[in-house]
C-alpha cells in the first residue's frame, strides 16, 4: 500500500501519477494522505482520522460542462493602476 500527502485544489480534485481524481469537498484546500496500489488506482482512497474516504476518477468531459460563475473582466484600455 503506497502513501502520498496531496492537496485538494479549490474544485476538490487532486492528482496522483498522473492521474485526477475528484474528494469529497470537506477536503477542499487540505493537504491529504492518499493511500493506493499502483496496479488499482481506481480503488485509491483518502485515509484521515481512521476513516477511509474513496475517490472517485475525474470525468473531464463531464467536468468542462460544469456551470462555473462568471468574473467581472477587467478593462486595461482605461489606463492607470487607480482603475485596477
Not at 492537496?7 to 493537504?31: C, G, I, W, Y
Not at 493511500?35 to 482520522?49: K, T, V
Not at 463531464?62 to 493602476?81: M, Q
Request: hydrophobic share 35%; charged share 30%.
Amino acid at each position: 500500500m503506497n502513501r502520498i500527502r496531496r492537496k485538494v485544489k479549490n474544485d476538490a480534485t487532486l492528482s496522483v501519477r498522473n492521474t485526477q481524481f475528484d474528494a469529497p469537498m470537506q477536503f477542499m484546500r487540505q493537504t491529504v494522505e492518499v493511500r493506493f496500489l499502483p496496479e488499482m488506482m481506481a480503488d485509491a482512497y483518502i485515509f484521515e482520522d481512521g476513516v477511509h474516504y474513496p475517490l472517485k476518477l475525474t470525468d473531464k468531459q463531464a467536468n468542462s460542462r460544469v456551470k462555473r460563475e462568471t468574473f467581472p473582466t477587467v478593462d486595461y484600455s482605461r489606463g492607470g493602476a487607480a482603475d485596477v
